[in-house]
């Protein structure tokens, strides 16, 4: 893999930091919601964000070198 730049650090930590507030939001509403249907989906989308989150994280640690 290529070094990123200092440009491409700085859109992946803004993108981290989107995802991680998307996860903690979507975790926040499957806790609160009383409707069981909603409150799995709202689970299953907060997955899916700490998901993309471990990800780029991994990218993140990769490009450092």
């Known amino acids: ?10 859109v ?3 993108v981290l930091t989107g995802e991680e ?5 979507a975790r926040i509403f499957a806790n609160t919601l ?3 249907a909603l409150a ?3 689970e299953r989308i907060a997955m ?5 989150f471990n ?3 991994t990218l993140l640690e990769g ?3």
């Open 63 to 65: 490009g450092r070198s």
């Open 21 to 25: 507030m998307a996860c903690k939001k």
């Open 12 to 14: 992946l930590v803004q």
């Open 48 to 52: 899916q964000h700490e998901e993309r």
């Open 55 to 57: 990800a780029l994280f």
């Open 40 to 42: 799995q989906e709202m």
């Open 34 to 36: 009383t409707d069981a």
């Open 1 to 10: 893999m290529t070094d990123l730049t200092a440009k491409d650090l700085d």
